[in-house]
């Protein structure tokens, strides 16, 4: 049964650090990985969806890699800002495109001024 | 953009009563999904639906049922509320095709007294 682990489960750091998240997958062969941000009380924001074909994806000053054999994903934030301040979560899609999402517990990321 | 509602965003009801937890979305999305998040255990599917009609279980459907009359609209039943049903829920949707990142509402958090 696949599992989704986030290392660390909170995390903080001062403004303009650059900070790498890192989620890991136990079953290799999926069809995806997603990256999403949930503020507080809030529902979840998509931020990066990496193929399995893909090694990573960037948006703006986020940059998401994907390393299937090793069952590994980290999502790099370059200078951190207050505003990152938020839950990560990554979620993988199991097998061919069966839409269900499998996802880890988070990382709480909390940037100081 | 994309926009997921749920009609509620607190919510407090009795054990024994029927909940009735609705989403709605505005990019006719195929693809419709229920979550519950609690700390600890992260989001667990409870429900999908791949079309108007259709429903598929989750992970832990059980004490839930779901309904979907119309494409927009998904609903989410708690045939007879629990105390351990108090929870977080989230609905998110997707379009049809591969590789498509889901979109979640703000969630509607309830309380089974």
């Known amino acids: 049964k696949q599992e989704v682990t986030q290392i660390p489960a909170a995390l903080s750091v001062p403004e303009g650090e650059n900070l790498v998240l890192n989620c890991s997958f136990t079953d290799s062969a999926i069809y995806n990985l997603q990256w999403f941000r949930q503020d507080p009380g809030k529902g979840l924001t998509s931020l990066l969806l990496?193929?399995?074909?893909?090694r990573e994806q960037t948006s703006g000053r986020l940059n998401a890699s994907l390393d299937k054999s090793s069952g590994r994903s980290t999502l790099y934030i370059a200078a951190s800002q207050p505003g990152d301040s938020a839950t990560y979560l990554c979620?993988?899609?199991?097998?061919?495109?069966?839409?269900?999402?499998?996802f880890g517990t988070g990382t709480r990321l909390q940037v100081f001024p | 953009d994309v926009k997921v509602t749920q009609s509620s965003r607190y919510l407090v009801k009795r054990t024994g009563e029927k909940v009735f937890l609705e989403c709605v979305q505005d990019?006719?999305?195929?693809?419709m999904f229920w979550y519950r998040q609690d700390p600890g255990l992260g989001l667990r599917l409870i429900y999908f639906?791949?079309?108007?009609?259709?429903?598929e279980k989750g992970d832990i459907p059980e004490g839930y049922s779901v309904s979907r009359e119309k494409k927009e609209r998904f609903s989410l039943i708690l045939e007879s509320a629990s105390t351990n049903q108090t929870s977080m829920y989230l609905c998110?949707?997707?379009?049809?095709?591969?590789?498509?990142?889901?979109?979640f509402g703000d969630g509607t958090r309830l309380s089974i007294l």
């Open positions: 639906s791949y079309d108007v009609k259709m429903k």
């Open positions: 990019m006719d999305h195929e693809n």
């Open positions: 998110a949707s997707n379009g049809g095709g591969s590789n498509q990142p889901q979109h």
């Open positions: 979620a993988v899609e199991e097998r061919v495109n069966t839409d269900k999402l499998i």
């Open positions: 990496i193929q399995s074909s893909q």
